[in-house]
């Protein structure tokens, strides 16, 4: 249906994302960027499509996509399907970062966050071909030296499985509840474990996919200057999108099962 390789970037209609979508698209793949609002994904993409080919228009497309919700992303990987449609890379980009801190808000940035980006990989992973590319886009912010050694140690765990990981993640939120959070040794940020968790999402993926020749990294792009990041962070958002996308377009003999920031690995 599509000679070009296809991208699906979350989140791509600002910020990171955006630039994301920008950079693949500059690069001569079609981009498929999603957002919760569909018309304000339409005309990032329309604005795009004018610009991001140098001369010549970038194959963007928009379309509703809603990491949070199951319904959501279930439709969308059903039109994928429909479509015929071969997902060459995969950016997890759709991620937020909540004002606050109790169980209400912590449950709602892990749904986001670590849950939304398991729940749009496993739905597409059947249209995803051998080669190709899945990209977290994580936070430095969810290094495990900001934990308790025992924590550290359960995260890091080499028997760890995704059910050991979810219950994991959820005994956080019941800590919270119950206000035990810092005595287990949790910090008192949902941002931070939920990108520790999709970091070690990345752990058991990768192995699971090597077969198949895919390839799974998490990225950290620094403390960029968007919406999130605010005015006062260091790096503009060109430069957080490049770690990005050389994660999202490595050869087939690229690096799996690691954690990079301007291409060079850092520890988890």
Same mark, same amino acid.
């Not at 390789?5 to 989140?11: I, L, R």
């Not at 800590?175 to 949902?190: F, K, L, T, Y």
């Not at 490049?242 to 850092?266: H, N, S």
């Given at each position: 249906?599509?000679?070009?390789?296809?991208?699906?970037?979350?989140?791509?209609?600002?910020?990171?994302?955006?630039?994301?979508?920008?950079?693949?698209?500059?690069?001569?793949?079609?981009?498929? !960027?999603?957002?919760? *609002?569909l018309a304000?994904?339409?005309?990032? /993409? %329309? &604005? =795009?499509? $004018? @610009? #991001?080919? +140098?001369?010549?228009?970038?194959?963007?497309e928009?379309?509703? !996509?809603?990491?949070? *919700?199951?319904?959501?992303?279930?439709a969308? /990987? %059903? &039109? =994928?399907? $429909? @479509? #015929?449609? +071969?997902?060459?890379?995969?950016?997890?980009?759709?991620?937020?970062?909540?004002?606050?801190f109790?169980?209400?808000?912590?449950?709602?940035?892990?749904n986001v966050?670590?849950? #939304?980006?398991?729940r749009?990989?496993?739905?597409?992973?059947?249209?995803?071909?051998?080669?190709?590319?899945?990209?977290?886009?994580?936070?430095?912010?969810?290094?495990?030296?900001?934990?308790?050694?025992?924590?550290?140690?359960?995260?890091?765990?080499?028997?760890?499985?995704?059910?050991?990981?979810?219950?994991l993640?959820?005994?956080?939120?019941?800590?919270?509840?119950?206000?035990?959070?810092?005595?287990?040794?949790?910090?008192?940020?949902?941002?931070?474990?939920?990108?520790?968790?999709?970091?070690?999402?990345?752990?058991?993926?990768?192995p699971?996919?090597?077969?198949?020749?895919?390839l799974?990294?998490?990225?950290?792009?620094g403390?960029?200057?968007?919406?999130?990041?605010?005015?006062?962070?260091?790096?503009?958002?060109?430069?957080g999108?490049?770690?990005v996308?050389?994660?999202?377009?490595l050869?087939?003999?690229?690096?799996?099962?690691?954690?990079?920031?301007?291409?060079?690995?850092?520890?988890?």
């Amino acid at each position: 249906m599509h000679d070009r390789e296809c991208a699906v970037v979350t989140g791509g209609n600002r910020g990171i994302g955006l630039e994301t979508c920008r950079q693949l698209a500059r690069r001569g793949l079609r981009v498929i !960027l999603t957002g919760r *609002d569909l018309a304000q994904a339409q005309a990032v /993409a %329309a &604005r =795009l499509g $004018a @610009d #991001g080919g +140098r001369g010549a228009p970038a194959p963007v497309e928009a379309r509703s !996509l809603d990491v949070g *919700d199951a319904a959501s992303v279930a439709a969308f /990987a %059903a &039109r =994928l399907e $429909a @479509d #015929g449609a +071969r997902i060459d890379v995969l950016v997890n980009n759709a991620g937020v970062s909540l004002h606050g801190f109790d169980a209400d808000r912590v449950a709602a940035t892990l749904n986001v966050n670590y849950v #939304g980006a398991v729940r749009v990989t496993e739905a597409l992973l059947p249209r995803i071909p051998r080669g190709g590319r899945v990209v977290m886009v994580s936070s430095g912010m969810g290094e495990l030296s900001g934990f308790a050694p025992p924590l550290r140690a359960r995260f890091l765990d080499p028997a760890l499985d995704r059910p050991a990981l979810d219950a994991l993640v959820a005994s956080f939120v019941d800590d919270v509840r119950r206000q035990q959070h810092e005595r287990h040794g949790w910090p008192s940020s949902a941002y931070r474990v939920s990108k520790a968790a999709l970091n070690a999402y990345v752990r058991l993926l990768a192995p699971s996919l090597a077969p198949r020749g895919i390839l799974v990294n998490a990225v950290c792009p620094g403390w960029v200057r968007t919406d999130m990041g605010g005015g006062g962070a260091p790096r503009p958002v060109e430069e957080g999108a490049a770690g990005v996308v050389w994660a999202a377009t490595l050869p087939p003999d690229g690096p799996t099962g690691g954690f990079f920031r301007d291409g060079r690995a850092i520890s988890w």
